[in-house]
C-alpha cells in the first residue's frame, strides 16, 4: 500500500502534486488542517508499505514515525520545519532543511530538477516566500500578470487550510489536491476549475476585509497582537493574515489569536520578515510549533495570553 501523507496547506499540496507528476500512483491520502501536524499517529502501516511524508515537523512526529520504520515500513520524508536528530535507519529516506527562506515545494523542485517548477512557485507564495518564489519562477519566464495569477492562486490554496476542523474549511484538503491533481500547470486548473478557484479567491477577498476592520490589541515598534472574534471567518483568515501583516509592517512581529474547540486559544505567528528567526522557539515555550519565520500554538489557555505576549515582547524587542 502507497501513503501519501501532507500538510493540508499550499505547501505541502503543491509539493505532493509535483511529487506525482513525476511518479503517478495510486495512493491513500492522509492529511488535515494547516494546524493538524500529528498526522503519522492517525496512519496504519504494515511491513512493505510505503508512506511519504510532507511539510510536517519530524520531530513532532517522532515516535509514530520510529514505530513504522521498526514494522518495516520504507518512508520518504521532505519538510522544512524544525526536525531535532534525525533517525538514521535503512527504510527511512529524508530531505530536510530548515533554512528561514525554503519551503517544502522548493525542496521538492529541486529534487524533481525544476520539472514542475510552476507548482513550487505557487506552493512558495502561499508559504508566504515571495522572495524565494519570485527567483525560483525566474527558469519560467512568466509575464508579471502570471506572476501574479500563481501567488493569487498559491494564497488561496494555502488559506482553505486554515481552521481550527475541516467544517471550518470551504474544501477539505484531500479533496481539494483531488480537484489539483494531473495538472501539469496550475493555469490549465485556474481555466478549468474555475469556478473552485473563483470560490477560493472570493472566500479569501472577504474574509481579509473583516480582519482588515480588527485593531491590534497591543502594539508596539516590534510586535503586533490581534484578537479575532470566534467566528468562522476567524478562524480562517488567522495565518494568511498574519502573512499579509508581515509583509505589510516587515520589522515587526505578528500573533494572531483566535478561539479554538478546547475552550482556549490558537496562534499564529510571524517573525519580521526583515529578521526571519525566533518563531519556533517562542512557540515551543507553549507546546507550539513550526519554523523560524512562522509558527503556531493550538491550544494556550485564556489566562496564559498575558504569560504569550510578555515572553512575545522579550523574542523581538
Known amino acids: 500500500m502507497n501513503i501519501d501523507v501532507f500538510n493540508g496547506?499550499?505547501?505541502?499540496?503543491c509539493a505532493l502534486l509535483q511529487l506525482r507528476l513525476a511518479f503517478p500512483m495510486a495512493s491513500k491520502l492522509?492529511?488535515?488542517?494547516?494546524?493538524?501536524?500529528?498526522?503519522?499517529?492517525g496512519v496504519c502501516a504494515e511491513a512493505g508499505d510505503q508512506i511519504v511524508v510532507l511539510d510536517i515537523s519530524l520531530d513532532k512526529?517522532?515516535?509514530?514515525?520510529?514505530?513504522?520504520?521498526?514494522?518495516?515500513?520504507?518512508?520518504?520524508?521532505?519538510?522544512?520545519?524544525?526536525?531535532?536528530?534525525?533517525?538514521?535507519?535503512?527504510?527511512?529516506?529524508?530531505?530536510?532543511?530548515?533554512?528561514?527562506?525554503?519551503?517544502?515545494s522548493l525542496l521538492m523542485n529541486i529534487y524533481l530538477k525544476q520539472?514542475?517548477?510552476?507548482?513550487?512557485?505557487?506552493?512558495?507564495?502561499?508559504?508566504?516566500?515571495?522572495a524565494s518564489a519570485s527567483e525560483a519562477a525566474k527558469v519560467l519566464n512568466l509575464t508579471a500578470q502570471e506572476l501574479l495569477q500563481l501567488k493569487q492562486?498559491?494564497?488561496?490554496i494555502n488559506y482553505n487550510a486554515y481552521g481550527t476542523c475541516i467544517d471550518d474549511l470551504y474544501f477539505a484538503p484531500d479533496e481539494l489536491y483531488r480537484q489539483l491533481e494531473g495538472y501539469i500547470s496550475p493555469f490549465d486548473f485556474i481555466r478549468d476549475k474555475a469556478e473552485i478557484?473563483?470560490?477560493?479567491?472570493?472566500?479569501?477577498?472577504?474574509?481579509?476585509?473583516?480582519?482588515?476592520?480588527?485593531?491590534?490589541?497591543?502594539?508596539?515598534?516590534s510586535i503586533a497582537v490581534y484578537i479575532l472574534p470566534d467566528e468562522k471567518w476567524a478562524r480562517r483568515v488567522s495565518g494568511v493574515w498574519g502573512n499579509q501583516l508581515a509583509n505589510q509592517y516587515p520589522d515587526r512581529a505578528h500573533a494572531i489569536v483566535s478561539n479554538n474547540q478546547r475552550g482556549g486559544?490558537?496562534?499564529?505567528?510571524?517573525?519580521?520578515?526583515?529578521?526571519?528567526?525566533?518563531?519556533d522557539v517562542l512557540c515551543a515555550l507553549?507546546?507550539?510549533?513550526?519554523?523560524?519565520a512562522a509558527a503556531g500554538i493550538n491550544h494556550i489557555p485564556c489566562q496564559q495570553l498575558t504569560n504569550f505576549v510578555a515572553a512575545f515582547q522579550i523574542q523581538y524587542q
Open 197 to 221: 478557484y473563483q470560490q477560493l479567491f472570493n472566500g479569501y477577498n472577504e474574509d481579509m476585509s473583516l480582519a482588515a476592520q480588527v485593531d491590534a490589541e497591543y502594539q508596539t515598534d
Open 61 to 104: 512526529n517522532r515516535l509514530p514515525l520510529c514505530e513504522l520504520l521498526n514494522k518495516g515500513v520504507s518512508i520518504f520524508y521532505m519538510d522544512h520545519h524544525y526536525s531535532g536528530e534525525i533517525p538514521v535507519h535503512q527504510g527511512l529516506t529524508s530531505l530536510i532543511i530548515t533554512d528561514a527562506n525554503v519551503c517544502t
Open 115 to 130: 520539472h514542475f517548477a510552476e507548482w513550487a512557485v505557487t506552493g512558495a507564495f502561499g508559504d508566504n516566500l515571495d
Open 9 to 13: 496547506d499550499a505547501d505541502g499540496i
Open 153 to 156: 492562486l498559491g494564497i488561496a
Open 286 to 292: 507553549f507546546s507550539g510549533g513550526g519554523r523560524k
Open 30 to 41: 492522509v492529511t488535515g488542517v494547516k494546524r493538524d501536524i500529528g498526522l503519522l499517529s
Open 265 to 279: 486559544y490558537q496562534i499564529s505567528v510571524r517573525a519580521p520578515l526583515n529578521n526571519k528567526v525566533g518563531a
